[in-house]
């Protein structure tokens, strides 16, 4: 038996469980996401806040191929959850949970602030009280700022180290590089949260099709689908740097979870050649080189890229972290060890550490080194 390689996880998922939205006024619980089983078995319709969508359920075959790769129950139970994370070889890890999924469908402020409060403490009764091995991030509104700073001044108070953001806000809110967030991201710094961005968010993934998540069909789609929902990455990364966000708060540290890591020194050569060869028409200056903040501040995880080594030692890029992707398909859950042997084995030690640890503890010193011993 090959050692047990350990590692943190900068990507995992939850789901909550329905019986939570009964802590709402029942005029709002009515509202939240709910699936109904269409007559023919083959589409489900899902409904949020008065608004709905079908989408095709999988087909026997795709659910047997599901349940083969996926660890179902760990999604929801926190007992499971754990003792797969010490089977896989993972030691602490980020956690979404998932009704900020559905923040570009919400449409009434009110429903969507109280229901990501309730969201929030049912997260930390069941998540962020059960292991410090358990990072969840906070959701907050994309409907109001103001709402979404005191979610996050409340939910930093109760012990939360980030905070959810899609990778485009909704259309209710600017988007990232304008000046109306600028409180929300004084905000973060003062509450030492972290940011934590997650591909496949863009407002677009969500509304106005069948299936969430597709943009394209035909010849080629599934691959084409899984490819393009990493590009939401870099516009996040792009946004925060090129705005002066991230220079204008250089304690904000942002987690761009599962797009990969490769591309950040090639948007960081992109944005320094339009900042140094635009010159004459960017605005704001930085007070470094555009490559230079994103290098510092922000923080990209992969599951199996084998180009992700040398974006650390050939490219120079520190911040790149492992993730999990528990328990989703597209993770390794299952064959972990073996992931994690195929792209370490025969790495320097320092490199290793830094990928599955270092960059970790960078974003949350709490979680500390792995103690396999420990059962919770
Ligand atoms: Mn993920």
Redesign the pocket.
């Known amino acids: 038996m090959a050692e047990k390689i350990w590692a943190n996880s900068g ?3 939850f789901i909550e469980a329905v019986e939570a939205w009964s802590e709402l006024p029942a005029h709002l619980a009515e509202r939240m996401p709910k699936a109904v089983k269409d007559p023919d078995g083959e589409f489900e319709t899902v409904t949020v806040d008065g608004q709905s969508f079908r989408r095709k359920l999988p087909t026997p075959a795709q659910q047997e191929f599901m349940e083969r790769s996926q660890a179902t129950a760990g999604v929801g139970d926190v007992t499971v959850r754990l003792a797969d994370l010490t089977q896989e070889g993972i030691w602490a890890e980020v956690v ?1 949970p998932s009704l900020g999924m559905w923040n570009s469908m919400f449409r009434d402020p009110v429903l969507v602030r109280e229901a990501m409060k309730v969201s929030n403490d049912w997260v930390k009764a069941t998540l962020l009280d059960a292991s410090p091995r358990l990072i969840p991030t906070a959701q907050v509104s994309m409907l109001n700022i103001d709402d979404a700073i005191a979610e996050v001044e409340r939910t930093a108070a109760l012990g939360f180290r980030c905070v959810f953001l899609p990778t485009s806000p909704p259309a209710a809110l600017d988007d990232y590089n304008r000046d109306s967030w600028e409180p929300f991201w004084d905000a973060c710094v003062a509450a030492n949260m972290v940011l934590a961005f ?3 968010t863009d407002p677009i993934d969500h509304v106005g099709g069948e299936v969430i998540g597709v943009a394209y069909r035909g010849p080629g789609g599934a691959v084409m689908n899984h490819t393009n929902s990493g590009y939401s990455a870099m516009h996040a990364a792009m946004k925060m740097v090129a705005s002066g966000a991230l220079d204008r708060h250089p304690e904000l540290k942002m987690l761009v ?2 797009g990969g890591a490769a591309w950040v020194p090639y948007i960081g050569d992109r944005m320094n050649e339009a900042y140094r060869q635009h010159g004459f028409r960017v605005q704001p200056k930085l007070s470094a080189s555009p490559k230079e903040i994103l290098y510092r501040q922000v923080y990209a ?1 992969f599951q199996h890229d084998e180009t992700a080594v040398a974006t650390m030692t050939a490219m120079g890029y520190q911040n790149v972290l492992w ?1 999990s ?2 328990p ?1 398909l ?2 390794t859950f299952g064959h972990t060890q073996e992931t994690l042997h195929h792209l370490f084995d025969g790495v320097d030690e320092q490199v290793v550490h830094r990928i599955t640890i270092g960059a970790f503890l960078d974003l949350f010193p709490e979680a500390g080194e792995p103690q396999p011993g420990r059962v919770s």
């Open positions: 990507d995992s998922h979404y997650h591909i496949g979870s599962e995880t993730g992707d528990y989703h597209e993770g």
